[in-house]
């Protein structure tokens, strides 16, 4: 298991700086590092580099790769076609190439993410830096699982209890028909199997997600105060979707920043602006990224004791965050992102008997 | 009809910038202007004031609507519900509240075009200047149309003749049973109906896409080497998904740079490096947008008289740039971006005789 480490900010030069310098810092401890990074020319610029789709060594412990959400889709491709071929009789699939594959919005997003899980089952990789778009489509693309496993679980209940859903299992003629174009008997049993396989997949990534030890992402800004609204918007962000914000990296050449209750508790590291190839004062001034990640503010907490759910939302005031329930989970809405909170039993359909934003905390009680 | 204006380049807040004096100076034109924007601060900040997800007037001719992707879920899916009830006898999203739904990756995207579609197709815009990512993922955005025209069309037609699509079509007991689930009859004609509406929408985006004077980008770059091979490289990919690029803007202090070769044959304007909230220095210097995009490389030329097609393919070296022919069409693939090109009928289907790459052109005959 790797520690899943990414960056969020609106310098994306910058932010590719830091991605490159983490990665040597962690393969200077002796750790075993992956950098990822996107199809685009600031990686191997900076790393004076060519890449490729596939991780090549650079250095001693480092391994560098590029996502080509193309290459990925096709190899994927090669998947979906087999899964097809479990379920149905005659494949439709098998007659379209994975090199013909377009990529559609969103797909980067999964195709990455996916990568990254292969990565770290490899047990290969001791870390994994991730230099993504560090904007709130990188947000979406880690709250994939829990944002998913939600769509999951509230659909597959309402079709199992629709008319159409209960004629798929009842139905004397529909049984026959399906098992003349599918291999499987779809019976409420083996139509539940393949989203359980879903579920798993997606159960493994929100575990992940939970644990700073294995997944965190760190602020980028440098002193403008734009740049610095947009990283506490993103750490706000990165929060609604249970995301670890383990400090902030401010970029400046001046060392004398002032910006400690902008980014309050986190801690403030100051790295200085070094001309390209220049690694080492950039390494230097790089924190503890695990330690810092531990000791940040957990984005949940549950306390099924005093009955209350606690939300981490800095960066927001009070009219920004909205707290519904309109379907059977309770919904909160921050920023641009909404999240419906999976609780356990024992809190689990209770209504709602307060809620109060303080501190940055948005605290629910049931 | 408006014409549509985007920027693409790395730094994001220069790119904000860019958009902002675009927006005011179109508008002083007397053209009726709308700006639109993401959900995070810099717009905001920049002009000094709150938006909404609906357009208000900050200026004569301006108005602003910052997308957000929650709230154009929630209201699409009222028209989905719609959809559902035509087709479904007892609907299954009737249950589900717009105010509990999720954004996926790829959605924020999609929504966003939608969105852009609608404020078009009010008529009451001149001209529509957008604020986006400005990276690969709004080139994903914009190719929408044409990647998912694609799929439609490949799967479509791939279905019709699979045993299961048959089976739909001719198995006796299917009809009855469908028809005690579904509002139609599921003949081959009332399935095409909804495609045809989905493929008919797609239709006109990519007409609205072909038409530079409809849609063009503009690039933003600094004189930072870093940032001009990423604007490159957006170039190109945005010709790859036949996006008009029609010239680029440099940010920059100082007033002569010299960047022509990097972006020939482009026009290049220099624009200062403004303090915010000053932009009439911005304004001045911003070049006649539809001017320069009617004369821009086309990115694609069909040329049925001499059997050849014509890629503008800038930004990629010959080793970059791959054409194959695995599935019914020709695909062309160059940075992260695959294209499957739809010919007109007189070389749709026919074997290609010969293809070459120089200045910067990927010619492919017939």
Same mark, same amino acid.
């Given at each position: 298991m790797s520690l899943i480490l990414t960056f969020l900010?609106?310098?994306?030069?910058?932010?590719?700086?830091?991605a490159i310098?983490?990665?040597?810092l962690l393969a200077s401890q002796g750790k075993r590092v992956l950098l990822a990074g996107l199809a685009e020319p600031a990686l191997p610029i900076l790393l004076n580099q060519t890449l490729a789709p596939d991780p090549q060594e650079i250095a001693p412990n480092l391994e560098v790769v590029q996502f080509q959400a193309s290459v990925l889709l096709e190899r994927n491709w090669e998947e979906v076609k087999k899964l097809e071929a479990q379920y149905l009789r005659t494949p439709i699939f098998k007659e379209v190439y994975g090199q013909e594959l377009v990529v559609l919005p969103g797909m980067d997003n999964a195709l990455a993410l996916n990568a990254i899980r292969e990565y770290d089952a490899t047990g290969k990789y001791d870390a994994i830096v991730y230099d993504g778009t560090g904007d709130a489509s990188s947000l979406r693309m880690l709250g994939l699982p829990e944002s998913l496993s939600w769509y999951v679980r509230r659909f597959r209940q309402l079709f199992a209890n629709s008319d159409l859903g209960k004629g798929i299992n009842e139905s004397p003629l529909i049984q026959p028909l399906i098992s003349s174009f599918f291999n499987v008997n779809w019976t409420a049993d083996n139509f539940a199997q393949p989203t359980n396989q879903v579920n798993n997949f997606l159960d493994k990534g929100k575990a992940a997600l939970a644990d700073p030890k294995r997944i965190a992402a760190f602020l980028v800004?440098?002193?403008d105060p734009i740049d610095v609204a947009s990283s506490r918007y993103l750490w706000?962000?990165?929060?609604q979707i249970g995301l670890t914000v383990g400090g902030a990296i401010i970029v400046s050449s001046e060392t004398n920043v002032n910006l400690s209750e902008e980014f309050a508790p986190l801690k403030l590291s100051v790295v200085p602006d070094s001309p390209t190839g220049d690694w080492q004062p950039l390494i230097d001034a790089l924190p503890n990224f695990v330690e810092q990640a531990v000791q940040a503010p957990k984005p949940i907490e549950i306390d099924i004791h005093n009955r209350q759910v606690r939300l981490f939302l800095p960066?927001?005031?009070?009219k920004q965050v909205?707290?519904?329930?309109?379907? /059977?989970?309770?919904?909160?809405?921050?920023?641009?992102?909404?999240?419906? *909170? =999976?609780?356990?039993?024992?809190?689990?359909?209770? /209504?709602?008997?307060?809620?109060?934003?303080?501190?940055?905390?948005?605290? *629910? =009680?049931?």
């Open positions: 900010g609106k310098g994306s030069i910058n932010r590719t700086k830091i310098a983490a990665a040597k800004s440098t002193p706000g962000s990165a929060q960066g927001f005031d009070k909205k707290l519904t329930q309109y379907g /059977p989970e309770v919904t909160v809405e921050a920023g641009d992102q909404r999240r419906n *909170i =999976s609780l356990p039993p024992a809190l689990s359909g209770k /209504p709602v008997a307060g809620a109060k934003f303080q501190n940055n905390y948005l605290i *629910i =009680s049931f």
